[in-house]
T-cell receptor
């Protein structure tokens, strides 16, 4: 158990809908990262937050947005969902900004199915 | 564009049969190279971070090495519990993380 929690575990929704995925980092970790993992694209970095501020952006679509709240939990919002958005979404946390000695601890993931 | 490739795509070993996994990368500026292990349906589990060519790190039966263009994950005398997908990723100066497709390792008893 990494100490990172993600809810919900599974989510099934329809095309065009909007969903919110939630992540609670390990106690004391200030950085949160979001990743998407699909069979054809592998693991893709979406976005990083550090202590409430956006620090790095990867391959995140404009239909997707994220935020980190004062209590350090983070939410990933996915809107106008398409079939291709079906994937596993992982959150990871680390104590400080990555680039130093930090290890990223991954949560168990949220499996999103868009029908 | 930064890229990470991994070979082989899949590897089957007998218990105790040592081998190596390869991660080749092209990156504009390398801040770090990471190895993760991922079990089916679970999040990746951190193994190593390497920062500069020539660096080596070890953990139990695993040893990771880094050159300017590739990294190797050596597995010595593997056990069935080492079966997993091994992912390599690079962190570049643009603060982006680029993952390879992974090597699926099966260790047979």
């Amino acid at each position: 158990d990494s100490g990172v929690t993600q809810t919900p575990k599974h989510l099934i929704t329809a095309t065009g809908q909007r969903v919110t995925l939630r992540c609670s980092p390990r106690s004391g970790d200030l950085s949160v990262y979001w990743y998407q993992q699909s069979l054809d694209q592998g693991l893709q970095f979406l976005i990083q937050y550090y202590n409430g501020e956006e620090r790095a952006k990867g391959n995140i679509l404009e239909r997707f947005s994220a935020q980190q709240f004062p209590d350090l939990h983070s939410e990933l919002n996915l809107s106008s969902l398409e079939l291709g958005d079906s994937a596993l979404y992982f959150c990871a946390s680390s104590p400080r900004l990555a680039g130093g000695q930090d290890t990223q601890y991954f949560g168990p993931g949220t499996r999103l199915t868009v029908l | 564009e930064d890229q990470v490739t991994q070979s082989p795509e899949a590897l089957r070993l007998q218990e105790g049969e040592s081998s190596s996994l390869n991660c080749s990368y092209t990156v504009s500026g390398l801040r770090g190279l990471f190895w993760y292990r991922q079990d089916p349906g679970k999040g990746p589990e951190f193994l190593f971070t390497l920062y500069s060519a020539g660096e080596e790190k070890e953990k139990e039966r695993l040893k990771a090495t880094l050159t300017k263009k590739e990294s190797f994950l050596h597995i010595t005398a593997p056990k069935p519990e080492d079966s997993a997908t091994y992912l390599c990723a690079v962190h570049n100066y643009g603060q982006n993380f680029v993952f390879g497709p992974g090597t699926r390792l099966s260790v047979l008893p």
